[in-house]
């Protein structure tokens, strides 16, 4: 069924929340009728880019290539290509797993919900020199525009699909009951310790401590599904596992 969405006046088209995640589990259904059913975490996001849709990842020093901007990676529509950071490059860098998962879901799902804004038709006139090969979307660390905003949403439904998500967490607590940000801090000081000590530092801003709390809890499925603690909580809010304050009931 041909999928409709609204287009807004900027051209970007007008998602709510349903499309993401529908988005998310019809590119799994197409990759698991062609290649295999995905049925638990991680999501094979690297199969996914390269062997269903065909994209192929370079890593390259994008920071030196883009010296006005913190780039993570860039995206060549035409080419059907993404290069990735190589600062990012999982084997070398375990720890930037996540994130490396992450940037490729975020440009994938450009790939799915704006290429048509930027292919271009095989007769246009290019204005750059012959062999210049320049990127049609380039990814930096802080974006907050509508199509980042579209492709991180479709990259979190992605990797962390909902129903996949509902399940390994009543496995791993036994109910769906979602965890308070209240209950947490009753161990406040001793993850702060143990989350200072693996990160190997403290970060700073006005939610930082409950971030900090509320990424604890997010960890255990983080891991699962092979995402930074900091995208497992976020998604997990936004599914009302994870909620920073009780509403008050008329029985409480």
Not at 56 to 71: I, N, Q, S, T, W
Request: proline share 6%; glycine share 4%.
């Amino acid at each position: 069924m041909a999928r409709r969405f609204t287009k807004a006046k900027s051209d970007v088209s007008f998602l709510t929340p349903d499309d993401f995640e529908n988005e998310a589990a019809l590119i799994l259904a197409e990759y698991g009728s062609a290649h295999g059913q995905v049925t638990a975490p991680p999501v094979p996001i690297d199969d996914i880019v390269e062997v269903h849709f065909k994209l192929v990842v370079e890593f390259r020093d994008l920071r030196a290539k883009y010296p006005e901007g913190d780039v993570l990676a860039a995206v060549f529509f035409n080419d059907k290509r993404i290069e990735v950071d190589a600062s990012l490059v999982p084997e070398e860098f375990p720890a930037m797993r996540g994130r490396y998962r992450f940037t490729l879901a975020h440009e994938l799902s450009h790939w799915r919900l704006h290429r048509h804004l930027y292919l271009r038709q095989a007769n246009q006139p290019s204005l750059l020199p012959a062999g210049t090969a320049q990127p049609d979307h380039v990814l930096r660390s802080r974006q907050t525009d509508q199509k980042e905003y579209q492709a991180n949403r479709l990259a979190s439904c992605l990797l962390m699909p909902r129903d996949m998500v509902k399940r390994l967490w009543h496995e791993t607590h036994g109910s769906m009951d979602p965890i308070y940000l209240d209950d947490l801090r009753a161990r406040q000081r001793q993850i702060l310790t143990a989350e200072v000590l693996r990160r190997g530092g403290f970060k700073s801003g006005d939610d930082a401590i409950d971030n900090m709390l509320l990424e604890h809890a997010a960890r255990p499925l983080a891991q699962k599904f092979e995402v930074s603690p900091d995208a497992m909580r976020i998604r997990l809010e936004g599914m009302s596992l994870l909620l920073r304050k009780k509403e008050p009931t008329l029985f409480a």
